[in-house]
C-alpha cells in the first residue's frame, strides 16, 4: 500500500484545515485509513481513523466534536477535516493504513502500523 498526502497549511485558532490521502494498491480497500500526528519533542500519537467500508470511525478525545474523517474508497482517498483548531493541534500530520479496524488503529503502536504516507504540516497560531 502507497499513501500520497495533502492539505495542510497554517491557519489562527478557530479555523479550519482539510487533509487528503489517496491510496494505491490492489488490496487497499480491505484497509482502515486514518491519520497520526506528531509534535516537536512529542511521541506520534494517534488521531482518527475509519473502517474500510467507511461504516466505523474511531477518534482520539482530544479531536472528538472538531474533527471529521470520511472516505471515498471509489477514489481510494480519505479526508480529514479540520474545525475549532487549536494552537495544540500543531503537529505533522501523517496518514495511516493497517488491515486494522479504526478502532484497534487507535491502541497500535506507530512502529506497528503498515503503511504512512509522507508527513504534512498544520501550523496553528493563537
Known amino acids: 500500500v502507497q499513501l500520497q498526502a495533502s492539505g495542510g497549511g497554517s491557519v489562527h485558532a478557530g479555523g479550519s484545515v482539510r487533509l487528503s490521502c489517496s491510496a494505491s494498491?490492489?488490496?487497499?480497500?480491505?484497509?482502515?485509513l486514518g491519520w497520526f500526528r506528531q509534535s516537536p519533542g512529542k511521541e506520534r500519537e494517534f488521531v482518527v481513523a475509519?473502517?474500510?467500508?467507511?461504516?466505523?470511525?474511531h477518534y482520539a478525545d482530544s479531536v472528538k466534536g472538531r474533527f471529521t474523517i470520511s472516505r471515498d474508497n471509489a477514489r481510494n482517498t480519505a479526508h480529514l477535516q479540520m474545525d475549532s483548531l487549536k494552537p495544540e493541534d500543531t503537529a505533522v500530520y501523517y496518514c495511516?493504513?493497517?488491515?486494522?479496524?479504526?478502532?484497534?488503529?487507535?491502541?497500535?503502536?506507530?512502529?506497528?502500523?503498515?503503511?504512512w504516507g509522507q508527513g504534512t504540516l498544520v501550523t496553528v497560531s493563537s
Open positions: 495511516a493504513a493497517d488491515v486494522l479496524g479504526a478502532q484497534a488503529m487507535s491502541r497500535t503502536p506507530p512502529r506497528a502500523i503498515k503503511a
Open positions: 494498491g490492489h488490496t487497499i480497500q480491505t484497509y482502515a
Open positions: 475509519i473502517d474500510w467500508g467507511g461504516a466505523s470511525s
